[in-house]
């Protein structure tokens, strides 16, 4: 499956942003789509999942309450609303996939967009 990311840009703390991830492929449902970040010179974290159906979800405690992933299988694109956004988001986003697991996690995904860069100022 091949991502492409948009919706990144420079917002102010407190407002929000909506991050889309569109994907290609015929068999988008059966996969677990999930969010990550990167800050400068941090590891890549885990931000948040979803299973294929979007019956399960699974997020960093940093990010609970905040932020909100969803997904459209029709159109192939995973969203992820951002909300009350601090300047620690600061980082360059990326939408990853597996193929669909018993447990929602972090863990086994192995396609990756090329990241969106996302900028909250204080």
């Known amino acids: 499956v091949q991502l492409v990311e948009s919706g990144g840009g420079l917002v102010q703390a407190g407002g929000s942003l909506r991050l889309s991830c569109a994907a290609s492929?015929?068999?988008?449902?059966?996969?677990?789509m999930g969010w990550f970040r990167q800050a400068p010179g941090k590891e890549r974290e885990f931000v948040a999942a979803i299973s294929w159906t979007g019956g399960s979800t699974d997020y960093a405690d940093s990010v609970k309450g905040r932020f909100t992933i969803s997904r459209d299988n029709v159109k192939k694109t995973v969203y992820l609303q951002m909300n009350n956004l601090e300047p620690e988001d600061t980082a360059v986003y990326f939408c990853?996939?597996?193929?669909?697991?018993?447990?929602?996690?972090?863990?086994?995904?192995?396609?990756w967009g090329q990241g969106t860069q996302v900028t909250v100022s204080s």
């Open positions: 990853a996939a597996r193929l669909t697991r018993p447990t929602m996690n972090a863990q086994s995904f192995d396609s």
């Open positions: 492929g015929r068999t988008f449902s059966r996969y677990d």
